[in-house]
């Protein structure tokens, strides 16, 4: 057994999700403490509450789903994100003017005409896009969440998170008591945490009685105002993470190694379903780690701890908006200045509890150079242990043999030939460079196991294409068939798979080592 409980790591993804929501750090924590006060008020107890508990910290698990497309319609997801959790989205009097913003400053700086058509795109795109998103969301968080060992009552609550008491909600539009009552419950207070952050107790107080049976549920509402004193008290200097892990439900078990390692893997896919450019990517720099921790000789513990931190390296990406990673062309400087940041986050999601902090160490590392030249902290070979030095090695090798959108994969000769030519300028280590290269070996295409999910071998191809990103008719011109001869395939590949939408299909690529493999 490890010294974690499954709490503590379900509370660092929950910290993950603020970044992606930009939201302040420990808002889901702050929320899951609401909702635990306001069910005990509402007497709930035993398995209600458990479900709560939990529903609550996973609540946005699903967030990173169709990140590329939100951003190509907007902007800047993140942005989005953080203004749509001030508005009562199921309104559209709420809802448009705020799209509209978002798709303005998407097309700024283009011509006038090119920017009224990209105006006039993104608007009538935004609607028919919102059921297939936020159905995506739901539907990677319902399968992370199985993963992380979680039942069919949060599968369901995580189906619903985005509902509205009115019916005006999505991807089903349930109305009312049809809304199970966690995600009623839930949905409530991680909205009250955000008014009142963003406008005061008192102004958010008026607006949950605005939306008081349209987007909530009046009993919910009516309880939380006869006490909202007692309930809110203390929420913004409350130690919440401490809070959190005193509330949990039930038994408090320590995580197996192998529930740890799945958790791990779990938060990987997490990080990496953001785009299909990095599909994939956090299980290969994990595997790569573990293989160059083996050929360097590294004690069984600091392995292990190599393996984790080699899949949870880019788990602070999710607080940069896709408008950036997914830039064809140079970043500017403000650019590179947020992408710099992410090890920094990556660190903090991880800061706590000491389990967890030994592998945010070496994930704060993984940009880091000997001579000072890396980030995000600069710092130098004195500071840098033989792990953060491999993983060094690893994250820049991974990532030069994969596509990105502003140049081609790298051959596994040319990249090896970059880290040697690194190992002279000094900024990478001989003995980790030669470690990740004899792990490295001949490196070929990872490919699918023989009829994985009864798949046929286009439908393998269609799958790999849906996990890169392309369109319909981008995988019709890249495999010689109309996109209606695509959409027959994804008809019939979706149940085989046990998934509803291009990012339930995305992310069981992930899962079975097809992300990354686009057939040539």
């Known amino acids: 057994?490890?010294?974690?409980?499954?709490?503590?790591?379900?509370?660092?993804?929950?910290?993950?999700?603020?970044?992606?929501?930009?939201?302040?750090?420990?808002?889901?924590?702050?929320?899951?403490?609401?909702?635990?006060?306001?069910?005990?008020?509402?007497?709930?107890?035993?398995?209600?509450?458990?479900?709560?508990?939990?529903?609550?910290?996973?609540?946005?698990?699903?967030?990173?789903?169709?990140?590329?497309?939100?951003?190509?319609?907007?902007?800047?997801?993140?942005?989005?994100?953080?203004?749509?959790g001030l508005i009562d989205s199921g309104q559209p009097g709420e809802l448009l003017p705020m799209l509209l913003a978002m798709v303005r400053q998407a097309n700024a700086g283009a011509p006038p005409v090119a920017m009224l058509l990209g105006v006039m795109r993104g608007m009538a795109s935004a609607g028919g896009v919102a059921k297939?998103?936020?159905?995506?969301?739901?539907?990677?968080?319902?399968?992370?969440?199985?993963?992380?060992?979680?039942?069919?009552?949060?599968?369901?609550?995580?189906?619903?998170?985005?509902?509205?008491?009115?019916?005006?909600?999505?991807?089903?539009?349930?109305?009312?008591?049809?809304?199970a009552p966690a995600v009623r419950l839930v949905n409530?207070?991680?909205?009250?945490?955000?008014?009142?952050?963003?406008?005061?107790?008192?102004?958010?107080?008026a607006k949950v009685r605005e939306r008081r049976g349209r987007a909530y549920d009046p009993a919910i509402v009516d309880r939380f105002l006869a006490e909202a004193g007692h309930l809110t008290a203390g929420l913004a200097v409350l130690m919440s993470w401490d809070e959190v892990l005193r509330l949990e439900p039930g038994a408090q078990a320590t995580m197996s190694e192998e529930e740890y390692d799945r958790a791990c893997v779990a938060m990987a896919d997490f990080a990496d379903v953001k785009s299909p450019w990095f599909a994939g990517h956090s299980r290969a720099v994990g595997e790569l780690a573990r293989g160059a921790a083996a050929a360097a000789g590294l004690p069984a513990a600091e392995a292990r701890d190599l393996?984790?931190?080699?899949?949870?390296?880019?788990?602070?990406?999710?607080?940069?908006?896709?408008?950036?990673?997914?830039?064809?062309?140079?970043?500017?400087?403000?650019?590179?200045?947020?992408?710099?940041?992410h090890p920094y986050y990556g660190e903090r999601i991880l800061s706590r509890p000491a389990g967890l902090a030994r592998l945010g160490a070496l994930v704060g590392q993984h940009h880091e150079r000997l001579d000072g030249s890396g980030y995000h902290r600069a710092a130098r070979a004195s500071g840098l242990t033989p792990?953060?030095?491999?993983?060094?090695?690893?994250?820049?090798?991974?990532?030069?043999?994969?596509?990105?959108?502003?140049?081609?994969?790298?051959?596994?000769?040319?990249?090896?030939?970059?880290?040697?030519?690194?190992?002279l300028a000094g900024r990478l280590d001989g003995d980790a460079v030669t470690a990740v290269l004899v792990a490295a070996g001949h490196r070929v295409h990872r490919s699918?196991?023989?009829?994985?999910?009864?798949l046929t071998g286009r439908e393998v191809e269609v799958l790999r294409l849906i996990a890169a990103g392309q369109s319909m008719k981008e995988i019709g011109r890249r495999l010689g068939i109309s996109p209606k001869t695509v959409d027959n395939h994804l008809q019939r590949l979706y149940p085989k798979i046990g998934v509803r939408t291009r990012a339930g299909a995305t992310l069981f690529a992930i899962e079975h080592g097809l992300a990354g493999t686009a057939p040539d």
């Open 132 to 179: 297939e998103v936020i159905g995506g969301h739901c539907e990677v968080a319902e399968r992370l969440a199985g993963r992380l060992g979680f039942g069919p009552a949060i599968a369901r609550d995580l189906g619903q998170s985005q509902e509205r008491w009115n019916g005006r909600g999505l991807p089903n539009g349930l109305r009312g008591e049809a809304i």
């Open 448 to 454: 699918a196991p023989p009829l994985l999910a009864g």
């Open 188 to 205: 409530f207070a991680r909205d009250v945490v955000v008014l009142i952050a963003a406008f005061g107790e008192e102004a958010a107080l």
């Open 307 to 341: 393996y984790r931190a080699g899949l949870l390296h880019d788990i602070g990406q999710s607080a940069i908006s896709n408008r950036i990673w997914e830039k064809p062309g140079p970043l500017s400087e403000r650019e590179r200045e947020e992408v710099r940041l």
């Open 387 to 423: 792990q953060a030095r491999i993983l060094a090695a690893v994250e820049a090798y991974e990532g030069m043999v994969e596509a990105r959108p502003h140049r081609p994969a790298m051959t596994a000769e040319q990249a090896a030939a970059t880290l040697k030519r690194e190992v």
């Open 1 to 84: 057994m490890t010294e974690l409980r499954r709490a503590e790591i379900i509370a660092a993804l929950s910290l993950a999700t603020d970044l992606a929501l930009a939201q302040p750090m420990e808002h889901g924590l702050r929320s899951c403490v609401l909702a635990m006060r306001l069910a005990e008020a509402l007497g709930h107890d035993g398995d209600t509450l458990a479900e709560i508990y939990w529903f609550a910290l996973l609540h946005h698990v699903g967030c990173n789903a169709d990140s590329n497309v939100m951003a190509a319609l907007f902007g800047d997801e993140v942005e989005l994100n953080r203004r749509i």
